[in-house]
């Protein structure tokens, strides 16, 4: 079994997975639940001056008779008070030493996070989580997001909290901006000892077609709120990523955003992530799913050959470049497995309205769909469409052209293939 | 238009399969791989568009759904339950090529059209009057079919019908536990909702009207008349009490209430579909011993092997190979001798008895595709009436679809056939009105 401990901008512990500062971690009694199903760390539901919430407060987006592959909610900080959250905290610190507890903070002044700060860490807490990225409610109130999006107020305070922090400082960075990388620099600049990403995106989860009212309805009104769950996984994905490879980036990352398993868990951990955090699975299905992410985690490790999970943490990033590198000379054509094909035909209909016009009806009865190869660009929809696992499969054709990119064409006169499916 | 009475002996049967509910709707819906050009159409002879109604179902679009469904057939709510969709639409479900449940297009459909009668949505109406009329013979699926279409088509109708119920088959032969007469006399109400088409019960061709009476009153004639009387064996004994025809027996079992208390052992002659829904609908009335006596081999009885397989789930018993020979009894049946056949259905001389208190007869219903043999430019083959594709007999203005033309398919397939004719009328009156 590989050695799963993590150790992220010095907070230690005995997994990569935590739970993010949400409902799931909102109470003591919650987050030793959790660490009883076995996650290794937990973020605790943001602090601050307790608010009142609304009801109600979350809605989903449902595709295919699958609920819940995108949630969002408008449910704002802690509405607990102050006392007995802290309390809380020491209490489980004490019972459960080995597991990392953060505490998550949003206030306004200089004085109130010196003060908050002082209080968490007299808990006993092994880190603490700026909140710079709730998007709906907070940030009304000129925080949350509202700091996230500034990178001169998020360097400010983060250099406040390292100021009055004995323990590491993370900071949590909002996803509703249009690029991450000033914003993750400016946590850098301020000191911080990583960040974590992302918090939730600014949305509307949907509308009720009957009372004429976005969702979640608080009685005849909504507001837009933070979307999360499975769908965001690509866009905090590429955060991550973008934030890993950049040169000038060099303090660690919590992954956040769309981890349902441990597969989404590894995926953030090859971008660059050394701990993941995870809210909205947990909120469907509840703390039993990291037995499943910490078995598959190890089971990942140990076929591939390695000895401890921080050694896949930014192996993907090498193959992570811009377009402009990509070698225009690699190509690929569809082929159709005869035997496993159904007969569906959704290639067919994929490749002619979505894509290139290059699978056809069979003519005979078979129904296996033909490829025109000569025509195929190697574009990946039928693969996705196919309801069969590995019927469709894109083959590399060798097609004598020596590997060429954009740049290369443009900077060095490198011989591009002849374009196909461009007439 | 009559409805069945209450008393039925056929109440006594749920449905063996269940209606879907919402939740059970939705996700067999979402299944549903939406196929292009999808096998399921093809195996469909209404050609229903099943992956865009359920597409629909999915969506929450359920008018929308159930308007695709009775645009390609306006009998799809009996379709959806008397439909042999195992060896149709559900057997052509590329799932069964991955080994996968294949979808339950039957009950989507009817979750689709019941709702759609439920909730009374018309989606049809009468064409404008073409001044035409057009007059149907036989008041069952095909004629229904042809009417409503003909209708929509702007031509008037008028219904010929010897019974006193419409609906045909569905009213008076289909398997309770697919389809009870008062459902069928929905779909007849729905039907005929459509306005304009005349209901003659209660009336005989050739009896209580002539064809020329028919040909002088109407622009055009459909043929839809299905199939005639039980087929007897011309054996000893086939007049004694407890000896019946079954697709008469079928009807007298849906619309009255029959006494079989005393039946021990009943015995059905036969192995086709009819034998073994009549098998399947006595065990279901609590005879103790049900017996199919059928000529042939097991692998090789016309009837679906799935119905096979759930009567002897059921208890039903069997003898392969046999025949009866006498049916014997003081004044009322109690034995019936049985000889045994070889391979080519040749007597092997042995024979045994075997009692029985009611025997069933299921060897093929007489065809009245003869009705129409003397009637100048029809052709009539093995009783049954040869048409075009259109459902163009060689009698200019005379049509015929379903049984009477098919020699005996499925409620589906007079539907299509009915529908199909409608067109080739109109265009045979000169309409062109798309």
């Not at chain 2, 009539?380 to 203005?397: H, I, L, Q, S, Y």
Request: net charge negative; hydrophobic share 40%; charged share 20%.
């Amino acid at each position: 079994m590989a050695d799963l401990t993590t150790n992220c901008g010095g907070i230690i512990s005995p997994n990569p997975f935590w739970l993010a500062s949400a409902p799931p971690a909102n109470s003591g009694k919650q987050v030793m639940r959790a660490f009883d199903a076995g996650w290794g760390g937990a973020v605790w539901k943001t602090l601050g001056q307790p608010i009142q919430n609304v009801s109600s407060r979350f809605g989903a987006t449902n595709y295919g008779g699958t609920a819940a592959i995108g949630f969002n909610n408008i449910e704002l900080i802690t509405d607990r008070p102050l006392d007995v959250n802290f309390a809380e905290i020491a209490e489980v610190k004490r019972l459960y030493p080995k597991h990392a507890v953060i505490v998550s903070l949003m206030v306004e002044t200089r004085q109130e996070w010196q003060d908050i700060i002082k209080r968490s860490i007299d808990t006993g807490a092994d880190g603490l989580e700026l909140n710079f990225g709730c998007p709906h409610g907070m940030c009304e109130r000129g925080m949350g997001s509202a700091v996230g999006q500034e990178p001169r107020v998020n360097e400010e305070i983060t250099s406040w909290a390292k100021e009055y922090s004995s323990i590491p400082v993370l900071v949590k960075l909002t996803p509703n901006v249009g690029d991450i990388l000033p914003h993750g620099h400016a946590a850098q600049r301020g000191g911080a000892d990583g960040v974590s990403l992302i918090n939730t995106i600014k949305s509307i989860i949907s509308v009720d077609i009957d009372r004429f009212v976005p969702n979640p309805r608080v009685g005849s009104m909504s507001t837009n709120g933070g979307y999360c769950g499975a769908a965001v996984k690509p866009i905090a994905l590429h955060m991550c990523g973008q934030l890993a490879r950049d040169p000038g980036f060099n303090i660690p990352i919590s992954g956040i955003g769309g981890v349902t398993n441990w597969r989404d868990a590894v995926e953030f951990m090859l971008l660059g992530a050394s701990s993941v955090q995870v809210c909205t699975e947990v909120m469907l299905k509840g703390y039993r799913i990291v037995e499943d992410m910490i078995e598959g985690l190890n089971e990942y490790l140990d076929e591939k050959g390695f000895a401890s999970a921080s050694e896949i943490v930014g192996k993907a990033i090498p193959g992570y470049s811009e377009w402009g590198n990509l070698d225009l000379n690699y190509e690929t054509v569809a082929k159709i497995d005869s035997e496993s094909c159904i007969g569906c035909y959704k290639c067919v209909v994929a490749c002619h309205d979505g894509a290139h016009q290059c699978i056809h009806p069979n003519p005979d009865d078979a129904r296996v769909p033909i490829v025109d190869e000569d025509e195929c660009v190697g574009c990946n929809l039928c693969q996705i469409v196919c309801p069969v696992p590995d019927c469709i499969s894109l083959v590399e054709v060798a097609n004598g052209f020596a590997p060429a990119s954009w740049n290369e064409h443009l900077n060095e006169g490198a011989v591009l293939r002849p374009k196909k499916g461009s007439h | 238009m009559s409805r069945p009475p209450e008393q039925r002996s056929e109440t006594r049967f749920s449905d063996f399969k269940h209606a879907y509910n919402e939740a059970q709707a939705l996700a067999e819906a979402n299944r549903c791989l939406y196929c292009e050009d999808a096998p399921c159409i093809q195996a469909c002879p209404t050609s229903i568009d099943i992956p865009e109604f359920i597409r629909k179902i999915a969506t929450g679009n359920l008018k929308g759904s159930a308007r695709t469904i009775f645009s390609s057939n306006i009998l799809g709510m009996s379709c959806a339950r008397v439909c042999p969709v195992e060896t149709l639409c559900v057997g052509d479900c590329v799932f069964n090529a991955m080994e996968a449940p294949p979808i339950q297009i039957g009950k989507l459909q009817r979750y689709s059209t019941d709702i759609a009668f439920d909730k009374e949505w018309r989606f049809f109406e009468a064409g404008p009057d073409s001044g035409q009329s057009v007059g149907l013979i036989g008041g069952g699926p095909a004629s229904l079919a042809a009417a409503h279409e003909l209708r929509r088509l702007g031509h008037a109708c008028t219904i010929y019908e010897k019974r006193s119920v419409l609906g045909g088959l569905n009213s008076t032969g289909v398997a309770p536990y697919k389809m009870k007469a008062d459902r069928a006399a929905d779909e007849v109400e729905w039907v005929l909702a459509i306005g304009g088409i005349d209901v003659q019960l209660g009336v005989e061709i050739g009896k209580d009207v002539s064809w020329a009476d028919l040909e002088s009153e109407h622009d055009a004639l459909f043929f839809g008349a299905g199939l005639g009387p039980d087929r007897f064996l011309k054996v000893d004994g086939e007049d004694l009490s407890g000896v019946f025809g079954a697709v008469d027996w079928i009807e007298a079992m849906k619309l009255q209430d029959l006494d079989l208390a005393s039946v021990r052992s009943a015995v059905v002659v036969g192995g086709g579909n009819t034998a073994v829904d009549a098998v399947r609908e006595l065990l279901g009335l609590g005879v103790p011993k049900v017996t199919m006596v059928y000529r042939g081999d097991e692998a090789k009885m016309s009837g679906y092997q799935h119905e096979w397989r759930e009567a002897k789930v059921e208890g039903a018993l069997s003898i392969w190979r046999g025949v009866p020979t006498a049916f014997t009894g003081s004044g009322k049946l109690e034995s019936i001798t049985v000889a045994a056949l070889n391979a080519d259905k040749k007597p092997t001389g042995e024979a045994s008895a075997l009692p029985a208190d009611l025997a069933l007869l299921a060897i093929g219903q007489g065809k009245l595709g003869d009705m129409l043999g003397s009637l100048d430019g029809v052709t009539v083959e093995w009783g049954r009436v040869v048409t075009a594709e259109d459902g163009a007999t060689g009698r200019p203005g005379l049509y015929a679809g379903g049984d009477a033309a098919n020699g005996g398919k499925e409620v589906v397939n007079a539907a299509a056939e009915g529908m199909r004719a409608a067109r080739g009328i109109d265009a045979y009156l000169g309409g062109d009105r798309g």
